[in-house]
């Protein structure tokens, strides 16, 4: 149904969404931390401005992104909503030609990833 309406409801319209109703509420608890929809929202604020200036990603760009199950993964996904960017998730367990194969396949300008991942 939201998808029909002109102009469709996005999961990040539905994020900001509660993100302005319920800021102080816990949206992800991660081993010993909480992050509110606040602190999401601030941190993918962040992560957008940094990916827009630093990088240059643009509405209509793909960014590659190489991140294991953390935190950082939900906010870099809303940074790259915010700024219009597909994101190409690729599997972190995936090296030689498998993620070559990934990598091309996605035509991605920019591939972010953790810091370890070689």
């Known amino acids: ?25 816990p949206l992800l608890r991660f081993q010993e931390e909480v992050y509110t929809f606040e602190d999401v ?9 940094a990916l827009g200036r630093r990088l240059g990603l643009r509405s209509g760009g793909t960014a590659a992104v190489l991140l294991p ?7 870099t996904w809303l940074a790259l909503a915010k ?6 998730c690729v599997n972190c367990n995936v090296r030689g030609r498998a993620l070559r194969h990934a990598l091309q396949a996605a035509r991605a300008t920019v591939l972010l990833a953790s810091p370890g991942e070689t």
């Open 1 to 25: 149904r939201r998808l029909s309406r002109s102009p469709a409801v996005t999961l990040l319209d539905v994020f900001r969404q509660h993100a302005r109703s319920r800021p102080r509420r």
């Open 41 to 49: 929202e601030v941190l993918s604020n962040r992560a957008a401005w």
């Open 69 to 75: 199950n953390e935190p950082a993964y939900l906010w």
């Open 83 to 88: 700024l219009g960017c597909a994101m190409a």
